[in-house]
């Protein structure tokens, strides 16, 4: 997580605003990362074993940025291997750059499942999406791509989990939105100091919730220091059983809310890609949070739609433009009720018609 490195390293004086005592949080079980610059072998995961570490987060790949269109750690496999072999836990983690783009987050999320296969990372592991470069100006927007990728993760089997520098995640995500749909699946870096950590300064820990894991330092023994603040990385327990996401049935058909009533929000701005005239009323489609199958409605009440600059701020003229080629934004304001759900998708009622969502769009309460 070189990029990280650098910023840490050139951000030491501002270490006073990104960690804060908590009391209540105590060590629990240290670990590494480590990438393609590291070793392979058993007694390379043995060594740090004597020292205290019991788990180990392998590099699968990446994409954009640096990373270009697919890049795969070649050592990949012998790390996950050789790290179970000295008897550490492992999981994964995969570069993401992809901003606020869902269909690239969907694609980043493909490979990073195809990559973890490949390094023979079992099934319900963790699998970290490591974002902490080329994220959108919209916080909504990028949590939203962010949860998208944490949602296939989770189809796919796996355990979802999001990684980044304490201040990077407070100035680009939603935190609340992430917790809310994936409690306690937050890996942090705030590194108090870049010199040698045997073990955590615990008074350091970093001021946010839901942490699971925290990357208390660049140099343990010349790797990565985490310690796992939460449970452990379950390797061997299945995701809908540690890891399942919050306010989302375990199958794929839709279900009628139970008991008590709720409310999907949507707090990003939008393209208004197309508009639609249906027997005599207007109504807006956007093809990312659109559902793509062709019984489900995905035609948003035009009246429904607040018209926008591309920051969100409302236009005094609320008239569409019409399909002429000129980009269009849009927001929804609303609390819209809860029809029925699926694992992704969000049925609601928006101005009275039932409109299909994609979930990772909504904030479900």
């Known amino acids: 997580m070189n990029k990280l490195k650098r910023w840490v390293t050139a951000s030491i004086g501002t270490v006073a605003f990104l960690v804060a005592t908590i009391s209540g949080v105590s060590a629990n079980t240290l670990g590494i990362d480590v990438a393609s610059y590291q070793g392979t072998t058993t007694s390379y995961f043995s060594q740090f074993k004597s020292y205290g570490d019991k788990f180990t987060m392998v590099k699968l790949g990446g994409r954009g940025g640096g990373e270009g269109s697919h890049y795969v750690n070649p050592k990949s496999y012998a790390q996950v291997h050789n790290a179970d072999a000295a008897g550490m836990q492992t999981g994964g983690y995969f570069w993401g750059e992809f901003g606020d783009s869902v269909s690239e987050a969907s694609y980043h999320a493909q490979l990073a499942v195809q990559d973890a296969q490949n390094a023979g990372l079992a099934k319900g592991s963790y699998i970290a999406l490591d974002y902490e470069a080329g994220a959108g100006a919209n916080k909504a927007n990028n949590t939203t791509a962010i949860l998208t990728f944490m949602d296939e993760v989770y189809a796919a089997g796996f355990k979802p989990m999001l990684y980044s520098g304490a201040y990077y995640m407070k100035q680009n995500i939603d935190l609340d939105r992430i917790n809310a749909r994936y409690p306690n699946a937050l890996w ?92 005599g009323k207007y109504y807006g489609v956007n093809k990312d949070m659109g559902i793509p199958v062709i019984d489900y409605n995905n035609y948003m009440p035009v009246s429904a739609i607040t018209l926008t600059d591309k920051y969100g701020h409302k236009l005094r003229n609320q008239y569409i433009q019409g399909n002429n080629g000129r980009m269009e934004y849009f927001t929804l304001d609303g609390k819209y009720k809860v029809l029925s759900q699926t694992a992704t998708a969000v049925e609601v009622q928006m101005n009275g018609e039932p409109v299909w969502m994609m979930k990772s769009f909504a904030t479900i309460k």
């Open 188 to 279: 942090v870096a705030s590194y108090p100091t870049t010199s040698h950590q045997a073990t955590p300064p615990m008074q350091y820990f970093p001021k946010l919730s839901n942490v699971k894991i925290w990357q208390y330092a660049d140099n343990h023994y010349g790797v990565d220091g985490n310690v796992m603040v939460v449970g452990s990385l379950d390797n061997n327990t299945p995701a809908e059983e540690v890891a399942k996401p919050t306010n989302r049935p375990t199958d794929e058909q839709p279900k009628a809310t139970a008991d008590k009533t709720q409310y999907a929000t949507f707090s990003g701005v939008y393209v208004a890609d197309v508009w639609k005239k249906w027997q």
